[in-house]
């Protein structure tokens, strides 16, 4: 299995971006797929994910109403669009995928993840 994260990069405060994950060698249903940041000297932080059966989506506090997250399983990609991004939002962002059920707002839940790309919101 592979994810290959990609579309970081150097935006404004206020700017957006669009990340974009790739998922391969994964041929069965999986239970989440989500979005995890970690900036320098900080804790990896749960952003967003969306459930495969029925499509729900799930947001952490700090980016609830900014960040929305899709998916577009013909092409087994997941976007996270980012609004409105603010200074705090700079990290590396990791896609990831939960197998089984779990509590998806954890890292811990997940089983593969992705290479990472990195977002920088500075002026």
């Known amino acids: 299995v592979q994810l290959q994260a990609f579309g970081g990069g150097l935006v404004q405060p206020g700017g957006s971006l669009r990340l974009s994950c790739d998922v391969s060698?994964?041929?069965?249903?999986?239970?989440?797929i989500g979005w995890f940041r970690q900036a320098p000297g900080k804790e990896r932080e749960f952003v967003a994910t969306?459930?495969?059966?029925?499509?729900?989506?799930y947001y952490g506090v700090s980016v609830k109403g900014r960040f929305t997250i899709s998916r577009d399983n013909a092409k087994n990609t997941v976007y996270l669009q980012m609004n409105s991004l603010k200074p705090e939002d700079t990290a590396v962002y990791y896609c990831?995928?939960?197998?089984?059920?779990?509590?998806?707002?954890?890292?811990?839940?997940?089983?593969?993840w992705g290479q990472g790309t990195q977002v920088t919101v500075s002026s």
């Open positions: 990831a995928i939960a197998k089984d059920y779990g509590i998806v707002i954890l890292g811990s839940a997940y089983d593969y």
């Open positions: 060698g994964f041929d069965s249903g999986y239970y989440a």
């Open positions: 969306v459930m495969w059966s029925g499509g729900s989506t």
